[in-house]
Every structure is written in C-alpha cells, then in structure tokens.
C-alpha cells in the first residue's frame, strides 16, 4: 500500500460538516473512489484540483479528513497508515511551527491510497497526536423501490469524432478528453439519475432539515456519482457488473451521514433538529433500484439502466 498525502486547511466544499466535529481531537474522514465524487465533495483550489487529476482512479482511491480544534498555525501530518480488518486507519501527528496564540482552526488532509491487496475500505479510523479522533463506518445498500424510467437530454456538449461510435469532452481543466460513445451515454444517464432521485427527494421533503424551527438546505444527505466495486453486486441480483467498463462502476448513491460525539451524543446528521428527517433504513425504501434513462442525443437514443446504490456514513 502507498499512500501520498497533501494538507489543506479545510478540504472539504461543505463547511458545515464542521459542526460535527465538537472536542479535540475529533475528526469527519470519507473515501472519495471516483474522479466526479472527489470534485463534487473537495474544495476548488489549485492544489486540490491538481492532485485529484493526478489521480488514476481505476488504481487508487481518495481519503479526505477534517479534524479540529488547533491553532491556525498548526499542520497535519500522516505519520503511518494501517490497514485493520475490515478497512484503514491513519496515524497522524500536528505540527506547529509557531507556538504563538492564535484562533483555533480545522485541518485536513487528502490522501491518495493505492492499494493492490485491498479494495476500498469499510471502517476508516484516525488517531491525531496518539488519540482516538473519529472512525467512519460505511455501510452500502441498493435502492429497494420500484425501478424508475426517464428520459434527458445531454447536460455537456461534446464533439463526434470521425468515428462515429466515439466522442469528445472538454473537461474542467480545459482539456480534451476522447472516449467510447457507450461510455459517454452511461455517464449522462448516470448524471439524470442523480438528478432525479435529487428532485424525488426534495419534493418528498426528504433532504431538508431545521434548525430552531426554520428550514434550511440539507447538507446530511445528498445525491452525488461514486463509485462501487464489483464486490458490492456479487450477491446483487438486479445488478450484472459486467456491464460496466472497469472495476469500479460510477453510479447515483444517496449519501446519509450521521456523526456522534465521544459521549454518544447526535452532533451532525439525522435527527430532530438536524438532518434527513428520516432514518437510512427509510431512505434505502424510498430509493429506486435502478433507473433505466435515455438520453436523447442529437445523433440517437441511448439507454442505459443505472442501479442506484444507498451509502450510510456512521462516525463516531
């Protein structure tokens, strides 16, 4: 297993997750498998966006960690990383180059993992300065309701090439990008589905929270591309793996995130105050197994069914 490693003050695009974290040291991690979920969930910076494109996702994955309180001028160091039974767990020590006093600050790290023995992990655990500061427990489930059949159009112009069965895309860093067109109509079809479990979910009132009694955005719960190893669907009947380009799937998953303090006690996540106001059993019901999508491009039709995974987030 290697592992690289670069510091941010906060990685994270969701700042709220931040509310989670309320003694020292407590910390959020997540596994970022997929190219989309990394820049979907990861702060826009040069350096963030530069190590997420040097990352080959088909070997390696992402690990993005938030822990607090320290100083401001603090850094987070990964010392060593362990694989444990059922997943990893990161030994990782602050460095403060000035003893000063300053406000207290989150850190993070993004860590990219590569690892031939082990696929992606279950449990990720982190220990700052020798202390136990969070574990995450992943927990996946496929969609239990009915499949659902829709119809989209393309959301991001391409380019035929002279083959007709390949496309071109400029992607976000302003390069060209070439692939089959197969694989161009299953990720369009993946980005519909993701839209429309969103839109299921909010006009079921399902992704929004409150706060004193006002409603707000919820960010406990979200629809974002991730993705899944065959190892998920061996026992997935509705599901045949073969279907998809490599060992990694990119699919629609509902991420439900729930985080408890030393004590037990619900900080972030589902509950009466904050959160999906429905427990993760609830939303595995609600979520459709798959999604069968057309998307209507100007040259033809092409469809795709996109199982629609559930993914819990416990950390504690």
Not at 30 to 58: G, P
Not at 62 to 86: F, K, Y
Not at 139 to 155: F, K
């Amino acid at each position: 297993m290697s592992v690289e490693s670069l510091y941010r003050a906060s990685p994270l695009a969701d700042g709220e997750l931040a509310n989670g974290l309320s003694s020292t040291p407590s910390s959020y991690q997540t596994v970022l498998a997929d190219r989309a979920a990394a820049e979907a969930r990861l702060e826009q910076h040069e350096d963030v966006d530069a190590f997420i494109n040097e990352t080959d996702f088909n070997e390696s994955y992402l690990v993005a960690i938030l822990a607090g309180l320290w100083s401001s001028p603090h850094r987070l160091e990964l010392a060593a990383m362990d694989r444990t039974e059922s997943g990893i767990h990161a030994v990782v020590e602050t460095v403060s180059p000035d003893a000063g006093d300053h406000d207290l600050a989150y850190h993070g790290l993004v860590l990219r993992i590569t690892d031939e023995v082990a696929g992606i992990p279950k449990t990720v655990s982190v220990e700052v300065d020798g202390e136990d500061a969070g574990t995450t427990e992943r927990t996946l489930a496929l969609g239990e309701a009915p499949p659902v059949s829709i119809e989209a159009a393309p959301d991001q112009e391409y380019e035929q090439s002279r083959d007709d069965n390949r496309v071109s895309i400029e992607t976000e860093t302003g390069e060209t990008k070439e692939m089959a067109f197969a694989e161009w109509g299953t990720r369009q079809a993946t980005s519909a589905a993701i839209d429309h479990v969103q839109t299921f979910f909010e006009e079921e009132g399902i992704v929004k929270g409150t706060v004193d009694g006002a409603e707000i955005s919820e960010t406990a719960m979200d629809v974002e591309p991730d993705a899944v190893t065959d190892e998920f669907f061996e026992n997935e009947e509705a599901v045949d793996p073969s279907e998809f380009e490599s060992e990694a799937a990119v699919v629609p998953v509902v991420r439900h995130t729930t985080m408890y303090s030393n004590e037990g006690e619900l900080e972030y996540g589902s509950g009466e105050n904050w959160g999906p106001q429905v427990d993760f059993e609830t939303v595995v019901e609600s979520t459709p197994q798959s999604a069968e999508v057309t998307v209507t491009f100007p040259e033809r039709d092409d469809t795709s069914v996109v199982p629609v995974l559930c993914l819990r987030e416990e950390i504690y």
